[in-house]
């Protein structure tokens, strides 16, 4: 039985109608909805709401911390049928992972839109790490994504923790395919490196169209194994980095590695990558030590993302990229704190030679 059978309701000066059901979760189901004022019957547009099963969800509570460029906003929060119903702004192309299954196409792939959408994810992992929160299932069923705009949010704060200190004591959270081996080997400790991991695998779900460690996992240990099968096995080093007892590792076959991965995967020449810069980038990524991993802000200045630093890209619809260089002061601030360079688009050089404008050097008649 739906939980609202009803068309329309009201709640604190708002009109909901014309409800449909769009997502299901482990915490809650999400509906789509028309919403104007009830005084005024003023329009307010399409809208998504969120009812969650445990009044006790720390998402709403979460949310009231947050405010970025890259993050779901919160708009409303209210109970209703002993409920806490949550309101969010739509993103009219729905979840990174749809938008995979629908746009994806070989050899090109997503496109410049990989860039894109993996830019704005560690830029919102940069923002959540800065306000001590962390999200604990980054996935591509989480990113909200919209392609005219060609915008990224991160949602779903349901596995959510603020972290005062910075780290949180591990236990198996989110979807195994993107949980990093401290919490697949519930470590004492873990931090924001944990979604920088996810991140990095939902990077290389985008470019292959395919989950990178395998999709048939049946529990921690096993999707243990499929890491080791692509990274090689972790040493005591790492377990003692990780707070971990040592396990020595159960690897029968040769390793495959990344770049084997990726060349049977992503032949080369395919897509518009440059796929060393790629694998550069997921070899420092998916480290077993998590002091190891780079911070959102280093990834961010990586060359991956050059045809966004370089301002020669633009979306398919003509969008320029410029915005998504526009970082806030708190970001800045941010920045400066962990020393790290803010990413700056360059500006485009001029051809030597040049004289005026094109329409100065049309020829007199």
Request: glycine share 8%; charged share 30%; with cysteine.
């Amino acid at each position: 039985m739906e939980y609202y059978s009803d068309m329309e309701f009201e709640v604190d000066d708002f009109v909901f109608s014309n409800k449909k059901k769009i997502g299901t979760g482990t915490f809650g189901r999400v509906y789509k909805v028309n919403v104007r004022t009830s005084s005024s019957q003023k329009d307010l547009g399409k809208f998504a709401l969120k009812v969650l099963d445990d009044r006790h969800d720390p998402e709403p509570k979460l949310m009231r911390r947050l405010g970025h460029p890259n993050v779901i906003t919160l708009i409303h929060r209210f109970k209703r049928r002993g409920r806490v119903n949550v309101l969010y702004e739509l993103m009219e192309d729905g979840d990174l992972l749809k938008f995979l299954r629908q746009h994806y196409s070989d050899p090109e792939g997503l496109g410049i839109y990989t860039e894109v959408f993996a830019f704005q994810l560690f830029r919102g992992l940069a923002y959540l790490a800065s306000k001590r929160v962390v999200h604990l299932d980054i996935k591509s069923e989480n990113l909200l994504v919209s392609r005219a705009r060609g915008t990224l949010k991160i949602a779903d704060f349901g596995c959510g923790r603020f972290i005062p200190d910075g780290r949180w004591q591990s236990h198996s959270v989110g979807t195994l395919l993107f949980n990093p081996p401290e919490i697949l080997m519930r470590t004492a400790l873990c931090s924001h490196s944990a979604d920088v991991w996810a991140a990095g695998v939902v990077l290389s779900e985008m470019v292959l169209n395919r989950p990178l460690f395998s999709s048939w996992a049946k529990g921690e240990r096993m999707q243990l194994r499929n890491i080791e099968k692509v990274l090689g096995p972790w040493t005591r080093a790492d377990c003692a980095k990780m707070g971990v007892e040592y396990r020595r590792p159960r690897l029968r076959r040769p390793r495959r590695s990344l770049g084997k991965v990726f060349r049977k995967l992503l032949p080369a020449g395919s897509g518009t990558h440059d796929r060393g810069a790629l694998l550069d980038l997921l070899r420092q990524i998916l480290r077993y030590r998590q002091d190891e991993r780079p911070h959102p802000w280093q990834i961010m200045a990586h060359p991956f993302f050059e045809r966004i630093i370089s301002g020669r890209e633009e979306l398919p619809n003509g969008r320029d990229l410029g915005h998504l260089l526009h970082f806030t002061d708190e970001e800045r601030a941010d920045a400066r704190r962990l020393r790290f360079d803010v990413p700056k688009r360059r500006k485009r050089r001029r051809r030597k030679g040049r004289r005026g404008t094109a329409r100065e050097r049309q020829p007199e008649e």
